[in-house]
């Protein structure tokens, strides 16, 4: 994958979670068809977008480090180990700042 096709693939992420968050913040209930009627009770759908915006700011973050990176010229390589990521890896995660082996490192500690 080069540099400009990895450049369009996280725009579009970007755009797509700038999106979703958007969404998520103005609209806190939950995807299930549920009206906001029933908000008092329904905390739990609360706390479910706030979990869905919560995971959408950290991947946002990771796709604009990724765009640092490529402007940079450390795209693709990982950013602990400093290893090519793999191929194959980008494309199905163009995020992604570590190879496969210092990620699940990483997993583990957490
Ligand atoms: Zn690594």
Redesign the pocket.
Same mark, same amino acid.
């Given at each position: 994958m080069d540099d400009a096709t990895a450049r369009n693939q996280l725009k579009n992420m970007l755009a797509e979670l700038d999106r979703s968050i958007t969404v998520l913040r103005g609209d806190p209930a939950p995807p299930d068809g549920r009206s906001a009627a029933d908000a008092g009770s329904d905390l739990t759908g609360a706390d479910r977008a706030q979990a869905m915006i919560d995971v959408a700011t950290r991947q946002r973050t990771a796709v604009l480090d990724a765009l640092k990176r490529l402007d940079s010229g450390d795209y693709g390589t990982? @950013? +602990? &180990?400093? +290893?090519p @990521?793999p191929e194959g890896r980008l494309a199905a995660r163009p995020e992604a700042a570590? &190879?496969v082996? &210092?990620?699940s490192v990483r997993e583990r500690r957490r």
């Open positions: 990982c @950013v +602990d &180990c400093g +290893d @990521v570590r &190879c082996e &210092c990620q």
